[in-house]
């Protein structure tokens, strides 16, 4: 894939791609494989979050960030967006714009409350939200096989990701309650298919 151009060939800026999903729905899984698969791709990047969570933890590799730091950076602009979620705090690095600015793919893991956020600073033709879905039977599998939750907990997650909706522009769709190769094919496929006409300039 190579970059966007408009109509005149001129090229044209780039794409910030905005994962969301509800707990368990295999978001990480996807974003690992995707990035290992597109690392020789060098328009496409996916650059790691910060989060108040120590170095070394279970999970994504991120940088990590001391929670009485991370209002002071947010503060001083060092956040494109950032959000709370299940007592961390989670930060897009502000060089991002930059990158999608100079043409770059970005790919990022968001919450869905930062998406009119990501429209309103990047604008809303430069946005693509990818939304990852699987049937609530293999979310309580997932999360079950995690072992992070109890049983409560895990039911809690799952009443929230039956409410789990997302709509507006450039929103694409991934299923991914099949096997892990189906949902990976059809994640890339989302990164990369092109833009509407009707929002290219």
Same mark, same amino acid.
């Given at each position: 894939m190579t970059g966007r151009?408009?109509?005149?060939?001129?090229?044209?800026?780039g794409l910030l791609v905005l994962v969301v999903g509800p707990s368990g729905v295999g978001k990480?899984?996807?974003?690992?494989?995707?990035?290992?698969?597109?690392?020789?791709?060098?328009?496409?990047?996916?650059?790691r979050r910060c989060i108040t969570r120590p170095a070394g933890a279970i999970g994504e590799a991120h940088i990590p960030v001391r929670p009485e730091d991370f209002g002071q950076m947010a503060r001083q602009g060092a956040f494109l967006l950032s959000w709370k979620a299940h007592n961390l705090c989670y930060g897009i690095p502000r060089h991002v714009q930059d990158d999608v600015a100079s043409g770059k793919t970005v790919i990022v893991n968001v919450s869905r409350s930062v998406i009119d956020d990501a429209h309103s600073l990047v604008g809303r033709d430069n946005v693509r939200v @990818?939304?990852?879905?699987?049937?609530?039977? +293999?979310?309580?599998?997932?999360?079950?096989?995690? *072992?992070?939750?109890?049983?409560l907990d895990i039911e809690r997650r799952l009443a929230r990701a039956s409410a789990y909706h @997302?709509?507006?522009?450039?929103?694409?769709? +991934?299923?991914?309650?099949?096997?892990?190769?189906? *949902?990976?094919?059809?994640f890339i496929e989302a990164v990369e298919m092109p833009m509407p006409i009707a929002n290219r300039a």
């Amino acid at each position: 894939m190579t970059g966007r151009h408009a109509k005149d060939g001129a090229p044209q800026s780039g794409l910030l791609v905005l994962v969301v999903g509800p707990s368990g729905v295999g978001k990480d899984t996807l974003l690992d494989a995707a990035r290992d698969r597109l690392s020789n791709t060098p328009h496409i990047c996916f650059p790691r979050r910060c989060i108040t969570r120590p170095a070394g933890a279970i999970g994504e590799a991120h940088i990590p960030v001391r929670p009485e730091d991370f209002g002071q950076m947010a503060r001083q602009g060092a956040f494109l967006l950032s959000w709370k979620a299940h007592n961390l705090c989670y930060g897009i690095p502000r060089h991002v714009q930059d990158d999608v600015a100079s043409g770059k793919t970005v790919i990022v893991n968001v919450s869905r409350s930062v998406i009119d956020d990501a429209h309103s600073l990047v604008g809303r033709d430069n946005v693509r939200v @990818v939304s990852i879905r699987a049937n609530i039977d +293999v979310l309580r599998q997932r999360l079950h096989a995690r *072992g992070r939750e109890d049983a409560l907990d895990i039911e809690r997650r799952l009443a929230r990701a039956s409410a789990y909706h @997302v709509d507006g522009d450039n929103i694409v769709h +991934v299923d991914n309650d099949g096997d892990l190769e189906t *949902g990976i094919t059809r994640f890339i496929e989302a990164v990369e298919m092109p833009m509407p006409i009707a929002n290219r300039a």
